[in-house]
């Protein structure tokens, strides 16, 4: 997932754990990496791991929107363990 902060002056690492509470019941979070955008701006590429029956991102996409200073949440890639 690509989790994009409202803007530069976002603290990261508040917004990891902001990020790992939001979380649904039965999903988790297994490690963060950081991709410099543009212009200072920052995003937050979160491993997100869903149990087949949870259905799909969708939950998790909705909570991650809903946490403070998130400017917007896309799905890059999906697959199966």
Known sequence: MKVMPESPEVDL?????ELEGALPEG???NGFERDDVAFGL???????????????TEAVEE??????????????DVGRI
Do not use: C, H, K
């Open 13 to 17: 690492d508040e917004l990891q754990e």
């Open 27 to 29: 999903a988790q979070i």
């Open 42 to 56: 920052v995003a937050l590429l979160p491993t997100v791991i869903v149990p087949d029956d949870a259905g799909g």
């Open 63 to 76: 909570a991650f929107g809903e946490v403070d200073d998130v400017e917007s949440v896309s799905v890059e």
